[in-house]
Protein backbone atom coordinates (compact mmCIF):
# COMPACT_ATOMS: atom_id res chain seq x y z
CA UNK A 1 0.00 0.00 0.00
CA UNK A 2 1.80 3.26 -1.00
CA UNK A 3 0.66 6.58 -0.84
CA UNK A 4 0.17 7.13 -4.25
CA UNK A 5 -2.72 4.36 -3.95
CA UNK A 6 -4.18 6.17 -1.11
CA UNK A 7 -4.38 9.40 -3.42
CA UNK A 8 -6.11 7.26 -5.98
CA UNK A 9 -8.44 5.84 -3.99
CA UNK A 10 -9.19 9.48 -2.10
CA UNK A 11 -9.47 11.23 -5.63
CA UNK A 12 -12.06 8.41 -6.31
CA UNK A 13 -14.04 9.17 -3.29
CA UNK A 14 -14.19 12.89 -4.04
CA UNK A 15 -15.24 12.15 -7.81
CA UNK A 16 -18.46 10.11 -5.89
CA UNK A 17 -19.52 12.87 -3.37
CA UNK A 18 -18.79 15.62 -5.83
CA UNK A 19 -21.54 13.86 -7.98
CA UNK A 20 -23.75 12.32 -5.36
CA UNK A 21 -27.24 13.74 -4.86
CA UNK A 22 -27.38 15.05 -0.94
CA UNK A 23 -29.88 12.58 0.12
CA UNK A 24 -27.74 9.63 -0.94
CA UNK A 25 -27.51 6.81 1.13
CA UNK A 26 -24.69 5.45 -1.21
CA UNK A 27 -22.20 8.30 -2.17
CA UNK A 28 -22.74 11.38 0.55
CA UNK A 29 -20.05 11.73 3.12
CA UNK A 30 -20.56 8.94 5.71
CA UNK A 31 -22.57 6.74 3.49
CA UNK A 32 -22.31 3.07 2.35
CA UNK A 33 -19.64 3.95 0.01
CA UNK A 34 -17.22 5.30 2.73
CA UNK A 35 -17.67 2.39 5.43
CA UNK A 36 -17.04 -0.03 1.85
CA UNK A 37 -14.02 2.53 1.15
CA UNK A 38 -12.35 1.98 4.26
CA UNK A 39 -13.02 -1.67 4.69
CA UNK A 40 -11.70 -2.59 1.37
CA UNK A 41 -8.79 -0.26 1.76
CA UNK A 42 -7.35 -1.95 4.75
CA UNK A 43 -8.22 -5.22 3.47
CA UNK A 44 -5.49 -3.92 0.63
CA UNK A 45 -3.17 -2.69 3.31
CA UNK A 46 -3.32 -5.66 5.40
CA UNK A 47 -4.22 -8.65 2.97
CA UNK A 48 -1.18 -10.05 2.15
CA UNK A 49 0.20 -10.59 5.35
CA UNK A 50 -3.19 -11.65 7.05
CA UNK A 51 -5.20 -13.30 4.41
CA UNK A 52 -8.28 -14.13 6.50
CA UNK A 53 -9.28 -10.02 6.28
CA UNK A 54 -9.92 -10.73 2.61
CA UNK A 55 -13.21 -11.82 2.72
CA UNK A 56 -16.03 -10.60 0.48
CA UNK A 57 -19.16 -9.91 3.42
CA UNK A 58 -18.18 -6.07 4.66
CA UNK A 59 -19.95 -7.34 8.35
CA UNK A 60 -17.55 -10.63 7.74
CA UNK A 61 -14.74 -8.42 7.02
CA UNK A 62 -15.05 -5.92 9.74
CA UNK A 63 -14.88 -8.71 12.20
CA UNK A 64 -11.58 -9.70 10.43
CA UNK A 65 -10.16 -6.56 10.41
CA UNK A 66 -10.90 -6.04 14.16
CA UNK A 67 -9.50 -9.44 15.26
CA UNK A 68 -6.41 -8.88 13.05
CA UNK A 69 -5.76 -5.69 15.22
CA UNK A 70 -6.20 -3.41 12.08
CA UNK A 71 -9.14 -1.89 13.21
CA UNK A 72 -10.00 -0.92 16.99
CA UNK A 73 -12.82 -1.99 18.47
CA UNK A 74 -14.70 1.16 18.89
CA UNK A 75 -14.32 2.00 15.35
CA UNK A 76 -15.30 -0.96 14.27
CA UNK A 77 -18.22 -0.84 16.47
CA UNK A 78 -19.32 2.73 15.14
CA UNK A 79 -18.54 1.31 11.27
CA UNK A 80 -20.73 -1.60 11.77
CA UNK A 81 -23.43 0.40 12.85
CA UNK A 82 -23.69 2.92 10.64
CA UNK A 83 -23.24 0.75 7.94
CA UNK A 84 -26.42 -2.01 9.51
CA UNK A 85 -28.29 1.45 9.72
CA UNK A 86 -27.53 2.34 6.20
CA UNK A 87 -28.02 -1.35 4.51
CA UNK A 88 -31.44 -1.42 6.46
CA UNK A 89 -33.08 2.18 5.53
CA UNK A 90 -31.99 1.49 1.64
CA UNK A 91 -33.48 -2.13 1.77
CA UNK A 92 -36.73 -0.52 3.64
CA UNK A 93 -36.81 2.02 0.96
CA UNK A 94 -36.53 -0.52 -1.66
CA UNK A 95 -39.65 -2.61 -0.11
CA UNK A 96 -41.49 0.52 0.58
CA UNK A 97 -41.32 1.38 -2.68
CA UNK A 98 -40.82 -1.99 -4.73
CA UNK A 99 -38.03 -0.15 -6.60
CA UNK A 100 -33.68 0.21 -5.89
CA UNK A 101 -33.69 3.63 -4.31
CA UNK A 102 -30.44 5.11 -2.76
CA UNK A 103 -31.63 8.16 -1.86
CA UNK A 104 -34.24 9.56 0.81
CA UNK A 105 -36.90 10.69 -0.45
CA UNK A 106 -38.42 14.43 0.80
Known amino acids: WSA ?3 AEVRAMRDRLVK ?5 SL ?8 DAEFLIQKLQLQHGSAEPAV ?3 NAWD ?8 GFL ?12 TFLR ?11 RPLTELPE
Open 4 to 6: ACG
Open 61 to 68: ALDALEAA
Open 26 to 33: KRAPGGIV
Open 88 to 98: SAEARLRFGTD
Open 54 to 56: VVP
Open 19 to 23: DAPPR
Open 72 to 83: PAAEAAAVRAGY
